[in-house]
């Protein structure tokens, strides 16, 4: 999956960037699922720290008990990911 989902940013920090990017080329977080035949044991994937897949899940349950079910895994990684490069300034 990385190899389909990893594209260099062309614009600094666009959300609708990285928006276009995880719902047009199907990156849709189903790494952040868990089970016995989960994404989270294959290939790339097995380079994912724990400590991030658990704060992903730790926003996720945040943002669930505050607003409901009506936000997705990939819409709290794609903000994560963004603020996370403005926090660190990050220029591409």
């Given at each position: 999956?990385?190899?389909t989902c990893y594209y260099p940013p062309k614009r600094k920090y666009d959300a609708c960037y990285l928006l276009y990017l995880l719902l047009l080329q199907g990156c849709d977080a189903s790494v952040l699922l868990t089970g016995n035949n989960s994404e989270q044991g294959m290939g790339p994937n097995l380079t994912l720290r724990p400590v991030a897949l658990n704060l992903i899940e730790s926003i996720r349950?945040?943002?669930h008990?505050?607003?409901?079910?009506?936000?997705?895994c990939a819409d709290l990684t794609v903000l994560a990911t963004r603020d996370s490069l403005v926090l660190v300034r990050y220029v591409p």
């Open positions: 999956m990385y190899d349950a945040a943002v008990r505050a607003c409901g079910r009506t936000v997705s």
